[in-house]
């Protein structure tokens, strides 16, 4: 059974960082796309940040330059590096694996970013 598991998310004061981590099992995880996605109340969910197979990245332009996404193949999890968080960056985070038609989710991981 496929899992993503995301940890690392908290309360935190604006200014702060966080680190975010998803472990996955029962995917060849270095066959997949990876990403993160973030949903705040009564908005829809937005990607933040995605990682290929090669390590290109891709961020949304409203945390370039914060946020840094990498994938640790060898442990089969991908990380979410997070600086200078904003209140605006509050949202529940999620985990996102892609390979061709398959798609995989967590359950997602809550940060709350106090002014």
């Known amino acids: 059974q496929v899992e993503l598991v995301e940890s690392g998310g908290g309360l935190v004061q604006s200014g702060g960082s966080l680190r975010l981590s998803c472990a996955a099992s029962a995917i060849t995880f270095n066959r997949y796309s990876m990403g993160w996605y973030r949903q705040a109340p009564g908005k829809q969910r937005e990607l933040v940040a995605s990682?290929?197979?090669?390590?290109?990245?891709n961020y949304a332009d409203s945390v370039k330059g914060r946020f840094t996404i990498s994938r640790e193949n060898a442990k089969r999890t991908v990380y979410l590096q997070m600086n200078s968080l904003r209140p605006e960056d509050t949202a529940v985070y999620y985990c996102?694996?892609?390979?061709?038609?398959?798609?995989?989710w967590g359950q997602g991981t809550q940060v709350t970013v106090s002014s």
């Open positions: 996102n694996a892609v390979y061709s038609l398959l798609t995989y």
């Open positions: 990682i290929n197979t090669g390590g290109g990245t």
